[in-house]
């Protein structure tokens, strides 16, 4: 017992840094990717930077549990979380659906590019090492944070794909396209977090 306490305590303070990472990770994520959609007009990227809103919000709910793991705050963190994904799911799921009725096309983004690019090998990793600790320390909300981390990754090579084919092939409904399957995924795991309760 007493060599697994230090064990545990170490691998919940590694948890604690991993998620203080994807904190200040997706703050500045989120932040670029809705400014490159704003002057791009493209609903994926704001999408995209509203997912990574959602994930600061679940690392903070995750790393606020972790302090001091409890049944009742496993289950509000994971309510809270399902809340925002569905906030997420209606509005971009909604101007997307909109912008493709309409045929509206979003702008060049170097800088959408760019920062999708580096998430997808940013949140990759975080997601992967949070996995590695969720199993050491058996914490069902740190796995479940570190599936949202690879979903964000996905998510980001979606949006990357979407923007790429718009300005290489003139595919102008891939972004919106790329979008619709943001709200889809971000609907998913709204339905899953609500419902959750153990």
Known sequence: ?????????????????????????????????????AFARSIALIGFGLDSSIELLASAVTAWQLRRPTRARRDL??????????VVALYVGFESSRRLVLG??????????AVT???????TAL??????????????????????????AALSAT???GLLA???????WADPGAAL????????????GLRRRA
């Open 1 to 37: 017992m007493s060599a697994s306490n230090p064990r545990r305590s170490a691998s919940r303070r590694r948890a604690l840094r991993l998620e203080y990472l994807t904190i200040a990770w997706n703050a500045v994520e989120g932040s670029l990717a809705i400014l490159a959609g």
């Open 77 to 86: 963190a994971l309510r809270v979380i399902g809340a925002c994904y569905l």
């Open 104 to 113: 509206r096309r979003a702008a060049a983004s170097p800088l959408g590019v």
């Open 117 to 123: 690019a580096a998430s997808v090998v940013a949140m």
């Open 127 to 152: 997601g992967l090492r949070k996995r590695r600790v969720a199993r050491a320390l058996a914490s069902s909300v740190l796995r479940a944070e570190a599936n949202f981390s690879l979903l964000d």
């Open 159 to 161: 949006v990357l794909l």
């Open 166 to 172: 718009d300005r290489a092939l003139g595919w102008w």
């Open 181 to 192: 399957a943001v709200a889809a995924v971000a609907g998913r795991e709204a339905v899953d």
